[in-house]
Nanobody
């Protein structure tokens, strides 16, 4: 059983930065960040798989960076140049699949989420 605990959310003005962290009990082949804005479905933001390959949603490319530190059992999401449309609950997820991509059904474990609010 993999447990995931997110932290680092908060309120920030547009153009600002936040760094989300996700502590996990066990590493899995794929790990990712998803988000869900009010009234909308959950969407993939970024994921890391295999030996550190990464993929980003088009909406965050060039602004967000996902990274993983197995020595600290932590997954990170560095978010720069934040926009109001980035406002959402952000979830950390872990998958036993080698390449889970952004398919939610491939992620076996989910954190409780951390809120990010970006004001204009």
């Amino acid at each position: 059983q993999v447990q995931l605990v997110e932290s680092g959310g908060g309120s920030v003005q547009a153009g600002g930065s936040l760094r989300l962290s996700c502590e996990y009990t066990y590493s899995t082949p794929s790990m990712g960040w998803f988000r869900q804005a009010p009234g909308q479905g959950r969407e993939g933001v970024a994921y890391i798989y295999r030996l550190g390959s990464t993929t980003y949603a088009d909406s965050v490319k060039g602004r967000f960076t996902i990274s993983k530190d197995n020595a600290k059992n932590s997954l990170y999401l560095q978010m720069n140049s934040l926009k109001p449309e980035d406002t959402a609950m952000y979830y950390c997820a872990a998958s036993t699949s080698a390449d889970a991509s952004f398919y939610e059904s491939r992620y076996n474990y989910w954190g409780q989420g951390t809120q990010v609010t970006v004001s204009s």
